[in-house]
């Protein structure tokens, strides 16, 4: 199989990750190897979504040579959320001379990346892009073998139907990814996957719904985790050899850290300034003057201070005779600027109605309201965009939809 990278990038990835040397002195297909690269690789990028939020376009790029750029040649401790971490890594584990592949897999909410590989009797499934809960270490495809992984938590492959397929038999069972927190606690299932290979016009696909639909979680959150790494303390050890040992997570304005045992809040932020100088101080993010001004006026942009009522209240209204409980499409007037749809959810906490704002680029820009105490309020959730910031079509028009239900996330981490 090819590779998009010469072995000059090669070299350069290695350096980066900090590869021990004595592994980097004869660069051939191990396991030991492939562990390695894993765990280093792992700690090195970290799982985010930023060039969603902190760029001007709010959309990503998965070229193999602009992901490099950003992860590796910049040297701006950028990572990527799954799908271009696990395209970078795998044209890396092609140029060493592995035999890797994508494939695509099923989540709870989210799709992801898994890059796998082939070894002498065994396959194993290496997934260095999934973030809070994801493997440290490359799992070999067998039914129920128990891992540990961060702290108390373990991981298997389970091989099962998921609840959604129809055909089921021997052939059309998945290897499905589980966690649990404890020998005492339940198996959850993360995500799905059956080991078909992927191509870059698939993952063009997924990357489309991801950046544009009204049901991607990564267009409402900021997302970043990243891996721990030390030296292992143990004679059996190589020299250089290194494992995880915890993680740290921004989620939005919140900066989380788990060293093996309870999530603990760092730090809080509510402002930009803030947020952005969390992202160099925990995560060891710098961003551009450019990628920081991406976020103005985006619906993840933390302004440090509530919409005032009045301001929002004022659009509301003026919209409320359009969406009021009409299910036909109506004429939008243009003096509001926008294309505006709206979501009726109910949780059981509380009823939302979110606001899915298109702009003249067709991207969907969610704002969450508070439909219950008292109507009209701003939920703390998320702040409000004014209705007036971005041109429309001229056939402009709002749609009420039909409600749905809605779980409520309440884990420690968001990936």
């Not at 194993?124 to 128990?146: E, K, Q, R």
Request: aromatic share 8%; hydrophobic share 35%.
């Amino acid at each position: 199989m090819t590779s998009a990278y010469s072995q000059e990038q090669l070299s350069q990835f290695l350096e980066h990750i900090n590869l021990p040397k004595a592994l980097r002195e004869d660069i051939r297909p191990s396991l030991m190897l492939l562990k390695t690269l894993h765990t280093h690789s792992l700690a090195t990028f970290p799982y985010e979504n930023l060039s969603l939020h902190y760029n001007a376009t709010h959309s990503i790029d998965l070229d193999p040579q602009h992901l490099f750029r950003k992860m590796v040649t910049d040297k701006r401790g950028r990572g990527g959320f799954c799908m271009e971490i696990a395209i970078l890594y795998n044209h890396i584990l092609r140029a060493i001379g592995f035999d890797a592949y994508t494939a695509g897999v099923r989540t709870r909410g989210r799709l992801e990346g898994v890059p796998t590989g082939d070894y002498p009797g065994c396959k194993y499934h290496s997934d260095v892009a999934f973030g809070g809960d994801g493997a440290t270490i490359p799992m070999p495809l067998i039914d129920d073998l128990v891992h540990e992984n961060l702290g108390t938590q373990q991981i298997r492959l389970k091989r099962d139907w998921i609840p959604h397929q129809v055909h089921k038999t021997e052939e059309t069972k998945l290897w499905i990814y589980q966690y649990r927190n404890g020998q005492d606690k339940e198996w959850n299932s993360f995500y799905s996957f059956p080991g078909i290979e992927f191509f870059a016009l698939d993952w063009d696909v997924v990357n489309w719904w991801i950046n544009t639909h009204a049901d991607s979680h990564q267009l409402r959150n900021v997302l970043t985790i990243k891996f721990l790494l030390r030296p292992v303390e143990s004679e059996a050890s190589f020299e250089g050899e290194m494992e995880i040992y915890g993680k740290r997570m921004l989620v939005n304005g919140v900066v989380k850290e788990n060293l093996g045992g309870k999530t603990q809040i760092i730090t809080t932020c509510n402002t930009e300034g803030e947020r952005v100088e969390a992202l160099e101080k925990y995560f060891q993010i710098s961003l551009t003057n450019e990628e920081k001004e991406g976020i103005h006026g985006y619906v993840s942009e933390l302004r440090g201070t509530k919409v005032p009522q009045s301001t929002f209240t004022s659009h509301f209204n003026q919209l409320t005779p359009i969406i009021s409980n009409s299910h036909t499409p109506q004429l939008l007037p243009m003096s509001h600027q926008k294309l505006i749809t709206t979501l009726r959810t109910r949780s059981k906490r509380k009823v939302l109605m979110r606001l899915m704002l298109i702009d003249s680029r067709d991207e969907l820009l969610p704002l969450i309201v508070a439909d219950d105490c008292p109507r009209n309020t701003v939920s703390e959730a998320q702040p409000s965009i004014s209705f007036d910031t971005l041109p429309v079509k001229a056939s402009s028009r709002v749609e009420a939809l039909t409600e749905s239900e809605v779980a409520v996330d309440d884990g420690d981490d968001f990936a």
